[in-house]
């Protein structure tokens, strides 16, 4: 689905579900899997799963969708778009 470059390395696990919790509000479910990535669950039938990943002075987000295709690829657009308009972040 896409990328979000932030200007800060190491970020972590918690950090990014915090912050996804707060940005996306009650209507997900955001939970980390413990393997560098955090789910957002809009529905039992749509979610978006966050890749953490770090290049040499970043962070790389990478989100995906996963469920019903048409359905989990609007909830990965959501969620992208939280990461990249979020303060705590300032995406690049």
């Known amino acids: 689905m896409g990328q979000v ?5 190491g970020v972590t696990q918690s950090e ?3 912050v996804l919790s707060r940005r996306l509000g009650a209507e997900f ?3 980390p899997d413990g393997r560098e990535r955090v789910i957002a669950r809009r529905s039992p039938l749509s979610a978006a799963v966050v890749r953490i990943a770090g290049i040499p ?3 790389v987000f990478r989100v995906h969708g996963i469920g019903v295709p048409l359905v989990s690829l609007g909830t990965a657009r959501v969620v992208a778009d939280a990461l990249r308009r979020s303060p705590e972040f300032r995406a690049i």
């Open 29 to 31: 479910q955001v939970t």
């Open 5 to 9: 470059r932030v200007p800060r390395k």
């Open 16 to 18: 990014l579900a915090t």
């Open 57 to 59: 002075g970043v962070t």
